[in-house]
């Protein structure tokens, strides 16, 4: 006897169940998957926050002090001629593998000379604050690759700053950028006797946006340079992760200048410290809790609950 095979196929009801059920399974694990690659994202940021933290231990070592914040100030009397600008993390290029970068700088600036756009003027300084440098980079920052400073001049972006210490716009004019109670401002050096409050308890960089999506041209960072509370350089005086328009703010009104150190991670931002430790400090640390860690030798005695 033969037998009759009965040919069956999936109903349109049983389809759509079907795809219903793959639509709510994959709702289901896109957040785990999502939230996995933030942990990993995370996890890079925090490995590039550390490799630079430690190439201003060896610029120390061999220098007996760390870099400035910014190598000039403005090109006044008080600093000499010249004026390019340059920030620590340009100082610390050769403790980075970036030595090659760092020789192809032009650094001679004609004498008498306080105008900046002299030193850009040069083609090989062009092509050098344009170099993306990815240890200076987080891979959850939505910021553009370049962005353009005051002048106009495009440069590559980062996502750390150095910490001024805890004095910020309101803080006596400009007296904040020229000598502040952290490590890093303009022109000044420290070697480690200078940081009483001790290496590990020192906040050295922390994670800033290379451009604040609503505010791009006012909280930009750029690597090459050093500009308060803004390119390379940030300070306490303002929550941790506020908008750049709130609190204490810098220059003219609405320009979203602020000085905060801010991240794209959710909850807070990570810091490294003197000794190269790195930590993930909770948006809602408590302020004075924060401002101590900003500062080189204030000798604060606090809490992270404070």
């Known amino acids: 006897m033969s037998r009759r095979r009965r040919l069956t196929a999936f109903t349109l009801i049983e389809l759509l169940v079907v795809i219903t059920i793959i639509a709510i399974l994959v709702s289901l694990l896109l957040p785990a998957v999502q939230n996995a690659r933030e942990a990993a994202r995370r996890l890079e940021c925090r490995s590039n926050l550390k490799n ?10 061999v220098k007996g ?5 910014r190598l000039d100030c403005d090109g006044s009397s008080a600093c000499g001629p010249g004026n390019n600008n340059l920030s620590a993390l340009a100082l610390i290029l050769p403790h980075i593998e970036q030595e090659s970068l760092f020789d192809s700088m032009d650094d001679g600036i004609p ?14 300084n062009q092509a050098f604050v344009k170099t993306p440098i990815k240890v200076y980079l987080c891979p959850s920052d939505p910021s553009p690759v370049y962005n353009t400073d005051d002048g106009g001049r495009e440069m590559a972006t980062a996502s750390f700053a150095m910490c001024m210490g805890s004095l910020g716009p309101s ?21 480690r006797a200078n940081i009483r409050d001790g290496l590990s ?3 050295f960089l922390g994670e800033a946006l290379g451009a604040h999506p609503q505010f791009p041209s006012g909280s930009r960072n750029m690597w090459a340079v050093g500009l308060r509370l803004q390119e390379g350089l940030r300070s306490a005086a303002n929550p941790l992760n506020s908008r750049p328009d709130f609190g204490q ?10 000085g905060a150190f801010i991240s794209a991670h959710g909850g807070g931002a990570s810091f490294a410290f003197g000794d190269g430790h790195v930590v993930f400090l909770d948006e809602n640390i408590g302020f004075f809790a924060y401002k101590a860690m900003a500062t080189r030798a204030g000798g604060e005695v606090y809490s992270l609950t404070e």
Do not use: C, L, Q
């Open 171 to 191: 803080d006596s004019a400009n007296g904040h950028k020229y000598d502040n109670n952290g490590m890093f401002f303009y022109r000044k050096t420290f070697a």
């Open 201 to 203: 308890n020192t906040i």
């Open 111 to 124: 004498v008498g000379s306080g105008d900046p756009a002299v030193w850009y003027a040069i083609p090989a």
């Open 52 to 61: 630079v933290a430690m190439a201003f231990v060896a610029y120390e070592n």
């Open 249 to 258: 703010t810098w220059g003219a009104a609405n320009t979203g200048r602020n």
């Open 65 to 69: 002090h760390f870099p400035p914040g």
